[in-house]
């Protein structure tokens, strides 16, 4: 393991931000991870754990030694009849792992096809997307106890998953590093299309009965048509959660606001398009300095070139309060902001 001095993170991070780390390193193992962690201790720094960097958001330099999780691998661990439990290194890419089980002819995670990010982050979001959400297909995650070295496996019952939530975001913040995780797949596909736009264009794609690699390029297609690729102008995806009102409020604000959508979240609970409400407050395409709201998708928050993390983080505010302003609704960030405060302290 190799451990670098003042390294820019700018390449590390989907926003594309220019902010250094104090130290740096690649962990490509689980013994890695052991060994990073007694440097932090003896050097008494606290640490960053970074992923794919594409939902975090930084403000400032760290003082800190950053983890970049690159631990690799794919395998199978089990098959019973036409289930399939499929491991992956928590470095892999999300969507190389997506690739990988349709290659093999697995299905389960097609429908989050394309979503950036590396494979153990997937379940400390839950990430999701069109009707499917990682809980739906987790078996189980292997980690490492920082303050002990010891590696715990999670299952669903230990993982306490939510909306874009787990244990991971909440009590055991800044507890455990995640090095592999395990899912549950299939051999055989049972189709989901009825989120969104994918059964209007896997029609259009000429597929009546579609496979589950038809509903990957599906998916694919939808996310190319309406989201900025990171390569060419920074962002991190979904800024803002969609909100989750009771049908009480929901129905008083539908009187005021006729076009207003609203999806049922559970039996008193309405999910509301946080993107409906960004561009109704007149945010969409807005441009301030050198970052702004993305032209197509309201929901995203985008660097032209040059912006700073306090650049977007003020801009994410103005957007917030405009909104509870005008609809009585707090926009909650999806996206995780790293600054001093969020390190994990040995």
């Not at 594309?16 to 962690?37: H, M, N, P, Y």
């Not at 987790?138 to 299952?155: D, N, P, R, Y």
């Amino acid at each position: 393991m190799k451990i670098q001095e003042n390294i820019s993170l700018k390449a590390y991070n989907t926003f594309g931000i220019d902010v250094k780390a104090k130290f740096f390193t690649e962990i490509r193992s689980k013994e890695d991870v052991l060994e990073a962690i007694t440097f932090a201790k003896n050097a008494e720094l606290p640490i960053l754990i970074l992923g794919g960097g594409s939902n975090v958001l930084f403000t400032s330099d760290l003082e800190a030694l950053v983890l970049k999780i690159n631990i690799e691998g794919i395998g199978q661990i089990k098959q019973v009849n036409n289930k399939v439990i499929l491991a992956a290194g928590a470095g892999v890419i999300w969507h190389d792992f997506v690739l990988y089980s349709l290659e093999h002819n697995l299905a389960g995670i097609e429908n989050l096809s394309l979503i950036p990010g590396t494979v153990g982050a997937a379940p400390m979001q839950n990430i999701g997307a069109y009707g499917v959400e990682i809980k739906a297909v987790f078996h189980s995650l292997e980690a490492i106890e920082i303050s002990t070295g010891i590696s715990k496996t999670f299952f669903p019952k230990d993982v306490n998953f939510g909306y874009r939530e787990s244990v991971f975001k909440k009590d055991l913040k800044g507890k455990y590093i995640i090095y592999k995780v395990n899912f549950n797949l299939s051999t055989s596909h049972e189709p989901n299309i009825s989120y969104g736009d994918i059964q209007k264009v896997l029609e259009e794609m000429n597929h009546a009965s579609p496979t589950a690699k038809n509903i990957s390029e599906a998916v694919i297609s939808i996310r190319q048509s309406k989201l900025p690729d990171p390569k060419f102008i920074g962002n991190a995806g979904s800024f803002f959660k969609n909100p989750i009102i009771t049908t009480e409020i929901y129905n008083e604000l539908k009187h005021t606001y006729p076009a207003l959508p609203g999806y049922p979240n559970g039996p008193s609970h309405i999910k509301i398009p946080a993107a409906f409400l960004i561009e109704n407050t007149g945010w969409k395409g807005k441009k301030i300095g050198k970052v702004g709201v993305h032209d197509k998708q309201p929901l995203v928050l985008v660097n032209h070139g040059g912006g700073k993390g306090k650049d977007i983080l003020e801009l994410s505010q103005k957007i917030q309060l405009d909104v509870q302003n005008k609809f009585g609704i707090f926009l909650e960030r999806e996206v995780n902001l790293i600054n001093d405060k969020s390190l994990i302290h040995l």
